[in-house]
């Protein structure tokens, strides 16, 4: 079997850059090894720090989000777009990949058109409900789409809809090693009997949600339940906390800390949306409202209409949470319910699917 090379302009977020990991790390499975990745990212944003780690072919590009018409970078833009795909295409001139992965965000601009100037099969793949701006402008270019929900479909053009399949959002290996909830548990230090709620809002936190969890967590110190909170780095807890909550910056090993709960609060990005169906947990979602595109609630409200989750808007978390949590918690049916409504969401081959058809694509 001859070598395969791609090409991935991934990065920014996590939510854009471990879709396209997950992608990398099947075909590097698939292939024994002989698949090759060229990641191209922001120099300041994770994609520089975590590529290299996994081994990965990483080269800076100057390009840059847009942040507002009166801002300095904005003038600069179109200079650091040509820079951009200049750089590009070299990396394509020299590597000769046999396809090129978009994830959406900026990074991916230059990247697509760099593809589609080198005629090189180009795959989009659009995490949330509503694409993203960058998705939108190539997706005419594009010669597969893949997106993690049916009615993404519904934004693109009659011509390019042909070109759309909704596979899942890919995830990473690491969700398939299963173990018991009571292990899970033990492993955050936690009584393996006692229901168990996962807190999180992303690798930064959420202030709105870690303001409501502190508050609320005074309403259960007596109660027969337990908490693991994910705050982020830049979130300081100043008073000292009930012994039934497990307080972390930061949580390496999510696939345990979702094996251990039985309710998840968070926001609604489309990866955590994919973890939550992927580990059939009902959960209570808080969409972020500066998200681009509204894309968390649209996120979120798909889940809702399918009775897997409960919306609770940003500026009302405070005043539900505690309420909330009890009418699912203690609400064996509701919990079933909700529990069912997740697991029947979920994509669990979405990755080697998206694989097998990119395979399809390239023929090789």
């Not at 920014?12 to 790390?25: K, S």
């Not at 990212?41 to 990965?56: D, H, Q, S, V």
């Not at 998200?291 to 940003?314: D, F, G, P, R, V």
């Not at 969401?345 to 058809?357: F, G, I, Q, R, S």
């Amino acid at each position: 079997m001859s070598k395969i090379k791609a090409l991935i302009g991934a990065g920014g977020t996590g939510g854009h850059l471990f879709p396209a990991v997950a992608i990398a790390e099947e075909f590097k499975s698939q292939t024994d090894d002989n698949f090759e990745a060229f990641f191209v990212g922001n120099p300041e944003k994770l994609e520089a720090r975590i590529i290299p780690k996994l081994g990965y072919s990483f080269t800076s590009i100057p390009i840059r989000g847009f942040v507002g018409l009166l801002s300095a970078s904005t003038i600069t833009l179109p200079f650091k777009i040509i820079k951009s795909i200049s750089t590009i295409r070299k990396i394509i001139k020299k590597e000769q990949p046999d396809f090129v992965l978009c994830t959406g965000a900026y990074i991916s601009y230059p990247t697509g058109i760099a593809a589609s100037q080198a005629k090189i099969p180009l795959i989009l793949m659009e995490s949330n409900v509503s694409p993203g701006k960058t998705i939108k402008i190539l997706s005419p270019k594009a010669d597969l789409i893949i997106t993690s929900f049916e009615a993404t479909k519904n934004y693109f053009s009659n011509s390019e809809q042909s070109k759309v399949i909704c596979l899942g959002n890919p995830l990473r290996k690491m969700f398939d090693n299963l173990i018991s909830k009571e292990e899970a548990r033990e492993k955050f230090g936690l009584d393996p009997n006692v229901p168990t709620i996962l807190i999180f809002g992303g690798s930064l936190g959420a202030r709105a949600i870690n303001n409501a969890a502190m508050n609320a967590f005074d309403s259960f110190k007596d109660d027969n339940v337990q908490f693991i909170w994910q705050t982020g780095k830049e979130y300081k807890v100043i008073s000292e906390l009930p012994r039934n909550v497990k307080k972390l910056e930061f949580i390496d090993d999510m696939a345990s800390a979702y094996a251990a709960a039985d309710l998840v609060i968070s926001r609604s990005g489309a990866t955590t949306v994919a973890e939550l169906t992927y580990n059939g947990k009902p959960s209570i979602l808080v969409p972020l409202p500066s998200a681009s595109n509204n894309e968390q609630k649209a996120n979120a409200e798909e889940l809702q209409k399918n009775n897997a989750t409960i919306i609770i808007n940003n500026d009302e978390i405070g005043a539900k949470i505690v309420e909330t949590i009890n009418s699912i918690l203690h609400n064996k049916k509701e919990l079933e319910v909700m529990t069912n409504a997740t697991i029947k969401l979920a994509k669990k081959n979405a990755t080697k699917d998206a694989v097998m058809k990119i395979r399809e694509l390239i023929k090789k």
